[in-house]
């Protein structure tokens, strides 16, 4: 979703537990008088304003299009094309934190190079990549839309630090 939207999931038999903080046109079930009001006893009494329906739509398709691929479908892609890195990267001689047969699509490892040489190859290549502690370790993300062809121009870029 775009910006404004921050999905809230509580189970029903909790409702009655977390209460509301806050009331607005769109929670409030009944106007008592006098500034008081009932707000919703259901997921209702948390919508106190007005949604950002661009946002919220936004969302929805991203959330059908999760749920048309199959979570299964992703952890096995993205965790496959983790295992192609991890291997290769150890292959490279790099210290890789990330046990090999970690069910995770992140795959962490230290360089060992100048992180100024690091950080402009990556750019150079079009690599969006996370720098963790003070820019010594990377940490890849793998996501749904990489590929083998990401993987393999990673560690192209990742042959010339070993």
């Known amino acids: ?19 509301t903080d806050r009331f607005g046109s769109l929670n409030i079930a009944e106007e008592l008088g006098q500034h008081r009001f009932r707000v919703y006893d259901d997921a209702r009494k948390y919508g106190y304003a007005t949604m950002g329906f661009g946002s919220v739509f936004q969302l929805r398709a991203a959330l059908d299009y999760l749920l048309r691929v199959g979570v299964p479908n992703i952890e096995a892609h993205t965790v496959s094309l983790a295992q192609q890195l991890n291997t290769g990267l ?18 962490t490892f230290r360089h060992h190079r100048d992180i100024t040489l690091v950080r402009s190859t990556l750019e150079e290549a ?18 749904l839309f990489n590929n083998s062809d990401d993987i393999d121009k990673l560690l192209e870029v990742t042959a010339n630090w070993a």
């Open 90 to 107: 150890v292959g490279q001689g790099h210290d890789v934190w990330t046990p090999k047969d970690n069910r995770s699509p992140i795959v």
């Open 1 to 19: 979703g775009g910006y404004g939207v921050a999905p809230f999931y509580v189970r029903e038999e909790l409702l009655e537990r977390i209460g």
């Open 126 to 143: 079009g690599i969006r990549i996370s720098f963790k502690a003070e820019g010594e370790e990377l940490r890849a993300g793998i996501a």
